[in-house]
């Protein structure tokens, strides 16, 4: 079998996702997902320009040597826009020959470790009686797993909280980013009472999960966790940025509330110290942004050998088709923690129809062969690139702070 053709796509059903196809000469046919929320063009650019064209007439099969090939071969490693092409490639190559093997992609990742995968979903709100609210709502949908996010008094703008009921969308279309202001003070007052809110009202029965989105200084962070632990989160996500891998020993050394790390991380090397002082117990790199499947078992293993899990990153910003591509590996592997599961829209789920099914607080990802996603490229065809970007987050001085 050979590649005969290879073409990224672009379109934006609600919101904006970058899909790569590879075809064979013997009609099989594989996708893979590039999305670079607010980056898109430069992916499809750097594929299409310098990555797309090398492809012809390779064996789909060879999967790490094609990994190698690109990693190796560009000279210039790592980094968001060449990781996200890799990582594109990389998916539509297992979707392939899955399909080829006419199995489930979980089986050649090493089978089913479970029967099902446990996924978090998000409730969030401008106030606690609403975010209860939110709570309650994912809980009936059989959730048992939910992330709280809200609003705190004093601070104009919170992340992480939803325009709708179970929708959450940060990037907004137009040629600028939207620019909110920030709070460290108001936020560290309100965390711990929004934790206390919310275990009142629920006591044990779920895990609560929360999301610092990188706002935080160590210490700080190492603050906050002190504060936290009565309540037990099942995890506090991205409390400081990580370029740092260091700093995280002093959040560490100070607090025993579960850290989750590494939704931007790109490459093995961002987390390796991470990783093997085992600073962190779920690892958030995800195979869309972090080189694809091939790439991510690496880091699987080596988190496994730390005792740490994995929790990856599944935003609105990850395609349907890194999404199933997750709930193969979710299932495979044996360090699995928890998975994040956005809801994407209809208008999306109509695209990119799926096998991958939700009940009751778990995901399977179906038994069809290959990743188990189809992409409808005549109705995608209707839904033209609308460019929108991320916000940027400022003090109220006027600093530029991390959003
Ligand atoms: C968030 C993301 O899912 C998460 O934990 O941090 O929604 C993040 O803001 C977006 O993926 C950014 O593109
Ligand atoms: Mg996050």
């Excluded at 980056?39 to 499809?44: D, G, I, K, Q, S």
């Excluded at 609403?130 to 809200?150: F, K, N, P, S, W």
Aim: hydrophobic letters at 40%.
């Amino acid at each position: 079998m050979r590649i005969v053709n290879a073409a990224v796509s672009v379109c934006s059903p609600g919101r904006a996702f970058v899909t790569v196809r590879i075809d064979t000469d013997a009609g099989i046919s594989g996708l893979g997902d590039a999305t670079l929320n607010g980056r898109e063009l430069a992916v499809a650019s750097y594929l299409s320009e310098h990555v797309l064209p090398l492809l012809e007439g390779r064996d789909p099969m060879a999967t790490e040597a094609l990994w190698q090939y690109l990693y190796r071969g560009a000279y210039w490693r790592r980094g968001p826009v060449t990781m996200a092409a890799i990582g594109a490639i990389d998916i539509a190559l297992w979707d392939l020959k899955a399909k080829a093997l006419d199995v489930p992609l979980y089986q050649l990742l090493g089978g089913a470790s479970r029967e099902k995968v446990r996924v978090y979903g998000h409730a969030s709100a401008g106030d606690l009686d609403t975010l209860c609210e939110a709570v309650a709502r994912y809980r009936d949908m059989g959730y048992e797993a939910i992330r709280i996010q809200c609003t705190p008094p004093g601070v104009e703008h919170g992340y992480g909280v939803g325009k709708g009921d179970l929708y959450y969308e940060p990037a907004t279309p137009g040629p600028r980013p939207a620019e909110e202001t920030w709070s460290t003070a108001h936020y560290l007052d309100f965390a711990p009472r929004m934790f206390a809110h919310v275990r009142d009202a629920f006591g044990w029965e779920l895990h609560l999960l929360h999301d610092a989105h990188h706002r935080l200084t160590p210490q700080e962070a190492a603050w906050l966790g002190q504060r936290l632990e009565p309540h037990r989160p099942f995890w506090l996500e991205d409390v400081a940025p990580a370029e740092l891998q260091e700093g995280y020993r002093l959040i560490r050394r100070h607090t025993t509330v579960p850290l989750a790390l590494g939704e931007v991380f790109n490459s093995i090397y961002d987390c390796r110290l991470l990783l093997t002082e085992q600073l962190i117990d779920y690892i958030r790199a995800t195979p869309s942004h972090c080189g694809g499947l091939s790439h991510l078992l690496k880091i699987a293993h080596l988190a496994e050998v730390h005792h740490i899990r994995t929790g990856c990153h599944g935003p609105t910003d990850v395609s349907p088709v890194a999404m199933a591509a997750m709930f193969h590996f979710d299932l495979a592997i044996h360090n699995f923690g928890i998975q994040e599961f956005m809801r994407h829209t209809e208008a999306t789920n109509a695209v990119f129809p799926h096998a991958y099914r939700f009940e009751d607080g778990f995901v399977h990802p179906g038994d069809v062969a290959g990743l188990g996603v189809d992409y409808d490229e005549d109705l995608a065809r209707q839904h033209p690139y609308t460019p929108a970007y991320l916000p940027v987050a400022y003090l109220d001085d006027g600093t530029v702070h991390n959003w």
